[in-house]
């Protein structure tokens, strides 16, 4: 395709796993219009792995069954029970489409992960999942001539009419504003780890769809619940890289800077517990080392050298570039932002409360999640609701009557430089750290909510991409740290020191937001 066009028959925002499943499924509806503000995609850096059972019906339960004990009494038992019984379709179908699984001999690799109680986690080679999941993913989208992929057209804004969403505005890679109409618009913009300081997310999660979604009035739901990785290597300059869990369930030891093994003071299944009670672990050996820059460190010095280099290669290389060779060195790690399991509140085809807008992938809230992601659970979500929501679209193609061609506006929108965004942003970014992080408190989270509102007049009228980053940064914090001050429990991702149990009775509930008002339902 030469240029954007003015009008489409679908417009899907994001061309990570979420988008480009949709966009598949949407390829003989009519045309599509994939559109991302990168080529950098989320997913590549995915070293995980897909939870897949491919058929056996005792393990899809069990599936099941560790993904609502993750959850902590929030998820959706019809939307789990959806990922879990399509996942084998989507997985088969994956690999029909050219990805490269590990098949040592002819058999398809299962491995455990902590919190599954099965080995049913499968691989691509080496630690490389994300991007054999994009890899087989963008071999297909090739092969659907009605789809056209535009990288670096960054989207602004969704139009609406009356409570129906018919387009997007953007601003081109020319630098200039464009609306496109279409009968339907998926949201599939990934996370928004940028609102932390310390994150293992690409620039782009920056949270676009989240405030995109609720500026044009749809709901927003479960912000409070952000999942914080426990071990990402932590080095000056270098980036933020994640060190999988598997290093921990292959017998990885963590030890704080005395080098003592301190997991068995903080939970019985010591290395092996869930992520978030890992990360609230490091966050208290580094607060009572009283260093001024603390950390902890992984230890696989202990294991065989040549399995870790085999398991863990993506890894091992990325680590060598700073000068740490994983099977002789320990790894100086700190937790970090890792995955947003709130966000657009969707019904279980993608559809949100408004017609002609949904959402799929990480940027959604299908309630799968609950209070707590099970780990590996999110390409096959993008995978599954990604599929769901563009077959839902379909529809709309049908029942919708064409919308009228949008108008280009005349400004352009490339404005001057932004004096101070960095600044902004990273002000932003200390404080949702520092108070609407791991570990929560009422006092904490009041000051965020003012620091934000102080911010608000700098982010109201954005012209430029970083700006538009900006205030969706904003936003999106804005979100977290309300929907955080309101749930006054502990739950999941979610931990209050000033109310550190469960209260069933108030927040067995999903928080939700339309404009200004929050409830829970
Ligand atoms: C380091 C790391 C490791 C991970 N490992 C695993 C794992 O092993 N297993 C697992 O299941 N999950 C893993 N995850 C999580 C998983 O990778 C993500 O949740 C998932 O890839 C999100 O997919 P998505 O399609 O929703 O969005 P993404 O893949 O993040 O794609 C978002 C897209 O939206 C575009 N976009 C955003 N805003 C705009 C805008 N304003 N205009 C235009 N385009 C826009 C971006 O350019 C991009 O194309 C990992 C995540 C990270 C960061």
Redesign the pocket.
Request: glycine share 24%.
């Given at each position: 395709m030469k240029g954007l066009p003015a009008e489409t028959d679908f417009v899907v925002?994001?061309?990570?796993?979420?988008?480009l499943r949709a966009a598949i499924e949407l390829a003989n509806a009519g045309r599509v219009l994939v559109?991302?503000?990168?080529d950098d995609?989320?997913?590549l850096?995915?070293?995980?792995?897909?939870p897949s059972t491919l058929s056996d019906e005792e393990e899809v339960i069990l599936h099941l069954q560790d993904t609502l004990i993750a959850g902590d009494g929030l998820c959706l038992q019809q939307a789990v029970k959806t990922l879990v019984e399509e996942g084998p379709e989507r997985i088969q179908e994956l690999i029909a489409w050219g990805r490269q699984l590990d098949r040592p001999k002819t058999k398809l690799v299962f491995e455990t992960e902590p919190s599954y109680s099965h080995s049913h986690v499968l691989r691509a080679p080496g630690d490389s999942?994300?991007v054999e999941t994009l890899r087989a993913l963008h071999a297909k989208v090739q092969s659907c001539k009605n789809i056209s992929v535009l990288e670096f057209?960054?989207?602004t804004g969704l139009l609406t009419e009356g409570e129906r969403v018919t387009g997007v505005s953007?601003i081109s890679e020319k630098g200039l504003p464009e609306e496109i109409a279409s009968s339907a618009v998926l949201l599939?913009?990934?996370?928004m780890g940028q609102i932390y300081r310390n994150t293992?997310?690409?620039e782009?999660?920056t949270g676009?769809?989240v405030a995109m979604a609720l500026r044009a009035g749809a709901e927003i739901s479960d912000m409070e619940f952000i999942q914080f990785y426990p071990t990402v290597l932590y080095m000056k300059k270098a980036p933020r890289l994640?060190l999988s869990e598997a290093l921990r369930s292959d017998g990885g030891y963590l030890r704080n800077i005395e080098m003592d093994r301190f997991m068995g003071k903080y939970h019985p299944l010591a290395e092996q517990a869930p992520n978030d009670v890992v990360a609230r672990a490091i966050m208290h050996e580094m607060e009572v080392s009283h260093a001024k820059d603390p950390f902890v460190y992984l230890d696989m010095t202990h294991l065989s050298a040549a399995r870790v280099q085999k398991r863990f290669p993506r890894i091992h290389a990325a680590c060598i570039k700073h000068n740490i060779d994983i099977t002789e060195d320990v790894i100086p790690v700190r937790p970090a932002a890792?995955?947003a399991i709130g966000g657009v509140r969707t019904d279980l085809t993608g559809k949100t409360n408004l017609a002609g807008l949904y959402a799929a992938?990480?940027?959604a809230a299908t309630g799968v999640h609950g209070a707590n992601r099970l780990a590996?659970?999110?390409?096959?979500e993008?995978l599954g609701f990604g599929a769901r929501a563009g077959k839902a679209m379909r529809n709309e193609l049908k029942h919708a009557s064409k919308p009228a061609s949008a108008q280009k506006k005349a400004a352009s929108q490339n404005g001057p430089v932004d004096a101070g965004i960095e600044e902004l942003i990273g002000q932003i970014q200390d404080i949702m750290w520092k108070d609407a992080g791991i570990v929560r408190t009422r006092v904490g989270m009041q000051e965020a909510v003012k620091v934000l509102e102080g911010l608000m007049p700098r982010v109201a009228h954005p012209r430029t991409r970083r700006a538009h980053e900006a205030a969706n940064l904003h936003l999106a914090s804005t979100l977290v740290a309300r929907s955080a001050l309101a749930r006054e429990e502990s739950r999941g991702s979610h931990y209050r020191i000033d109310y550190p149990g469960h209260d069933d009775k108030k927040f067995l509930k999903h928080s939700v937001v339309k404009g200004e008002s929050l409830r829970f339902v």
């Open positions: 925002i994001g061309a990570g796993v979420a988008g559109l991302a503000k990168k995609f989320g997913a850096s995915a070293q995980g792995g897909i999942t994300g057209e960054f989207s953007l599939a913009t990934g996370g293992t997310n690409p782009a999660a676009d769809g994640l890792h995955f992938g990480e940027v590996s659970n999110a390409l096959l993008g």
